[in-house]
């Protein structure tokens, strides 16, 4: 259904920390006034706890006025996809043109970071309570999920060169808090990129503790100038023990009866599922 002139001009009226109403462009906010309506949503950010996030918010391919994001639940619900346009964005200056690489893996142990990376805080390294907000090109997604499944959303007509987080409600608290995703969208014309990439990765990801690869990818991108790219070369999961399994589930020819089989099947993708729930689900 379109939206009307009227009610146009209504979305761009916002209450300010100082509860008067102004022109959402002229308003802007904090992060601890992003659960408040009429602020940056005009819901604001709700909480339910009875949901948990399994995965998610993973931020996916990225351009210059969309993005992708993947959430799975752990319980059936109406999640709440919500898109906060960040102002005031510091951006990191000099260091870092052209195409720097930082691999991350066994082969590079020792490697050594670039001096080019000494640069301002990157948007990944910021402190969320630093950032300032505006309602203007900010949005919220409501949609139905059901439990343990992935989805993706797409976000079209972001702007260009423009810096957002996604956060969640509907879900608990924890999580509210927890899982944020942050990202920038490209300039029009890119004259440069700085990139990670990361590939290799076989032991389970609970045992390795400082090791953990997707940590080591996190401190690289607060601590250097900002990543604009993750390349994943491949091997990034250990699947070999869930493929495994699954296959003993199927391979049970005493078990795997046409009665049995829908539940083999089930337990057999639960198990696959563990593999990148291992990798990208509930752990810091």
Same mark, same amino acid.
């Given at each position: ?56 918010? *993973? ?8 993005? *992708? ?31 720097? $690489?930082? $691999? *991350? ?44 499944? +992935? ?15 996604? $956060? $969640?409600?509907? @879900? ?14 490209? +300039?029009? @014309? ?49 699947? @070999? ?44």
């Amino acid at each position: 259904m379109g939206v009307g002139r009227e009610e146009e001009e209504q979305d761009r009226i916002v209450r300010t920390q100082d509860g008067s109403w102004v022109n959402a462009d002229a308003a802007t906010f904090g992060y601890q006034d992003l659960p408040k309506a009429f602020c940056v949503f005009r819901e604001g950010l709700f909480d339910n706890p009875e949901v948990r996030v399994r995965v998610g918010p *993973v931020i996916g391919r990225v351009t210059d006025s969309t993005a *992708v994001v993947l959430v799975e639940m752990d319980t059936p619900c109406d999640l709440v996809l919500n898109v906060a346009r960040v102002c005031a964005d510091s951006r990191a200056s000099g260091a870092g043109k052209g195409w720097q $690489l930082a $691999l *991350v893996g066994a082969a590079q142990e020792d490697a050594e970071v670039s001096d080019a990376w000494t640069v301002e805080k990157a948007l990944t390294g910021r402190a969320l309570e630093s950032m300032a907000f505006v309602a203007t090109g900010s949005f919220s997604v409501c949609h139905g999920v059901e439990a343990r499944r +992935p989805y993706t959303f797409v976000l079209e007509g972001l702007a260009r060169d423009t810096a957002y987080i996604v $956060l $969640l409600s509907n @879900v608990c608290q924890e999580d509210m808090d927890r899982c944020v995703a942050r990202f920038r969208t490209f +300039p029009g @014309v890119v004259e440069s990129v700085n990139l990670v990439v990361c590939s290799g990765h076989q032991p389970p990801l609970r045992a390795l503790g400082a090791a953990n690869p997707w940590q080591r990818l996190h401190n690289l991108a607060c601590d250097g100038p900002e990543v604009n790219l993750t390349l994943h070369v491949g091997s990034i999961m250990d699947v @070999v023990p869930a493929a495994d399994a699954a296959a003993r589930e199927l391979t049970d020819l005493q078990l795997y009866t046409k009665g049995a089989r829908k539940d083999l099947e089930r337990r057999a993708r639960e198990i696959l599922r563990g593999a990148y729930w291992d990798a990208w689900g509930r752990h810091e």
